[in-house]
């Protein structure tokens, strides 16, 4: 599916709305000289704001996604949920302890946090 012209109000959320709307709008309303200068101006200020913001989180892969990336219609209405507490770091936390059994096996830690 994809639109021919998008009448977007300007406001604080209109570069939301662009940002969820922007793969799905043709690339001929985009460079069509028929335009007003107001509706040129204005999607050429969206798309600059688009290109400069980073949207999302780094993930654990050091994953982010730009304002133009494809890949985000995967969250079309939602947002993507990132845990900031990477295995990495959590496995940093705990130092490692030096055994010298042949058999290392974990306690599970007991309690209702144990495993």
């Given at each position: 599916m994809a639109f021919n012209y998008i009448k977007c109000v300007q406001n604080h959320k209109s570069?939301?709305?662009m940002r969820h709307l922007r793969p799905f709008v043709s690339k001929r309303f985009l460079s069509t000289d028929k335009l007003t200068t107001d509706v040129k101006t204005f999607d050429h200020k969206i798309e600059t704001q688009m290109k400069e913001k980073v949207l999302d989180k780094r993930t654990h892969t050091g994953q982010?996604?730009?304002a133009d990336d494809y890949r985000l219609t995967r969250f079309?209405?939602?947002?993507?949920e990132i845990n900031p507490r990477f295995a990495i770091d959590l496995i940093a936390e705990t130092?490692?302890?030096?055994?010298?059994?042949h058999w290392i096996s974990c306690d599970g830690g007991g309690g209702p946090l144990g495993h």
């Open positions: 570069i939301e709305v982010t996604f730009t079309l209405g939602k947002s993507k130092p490692p302890i030096a055994a010298k059994d």
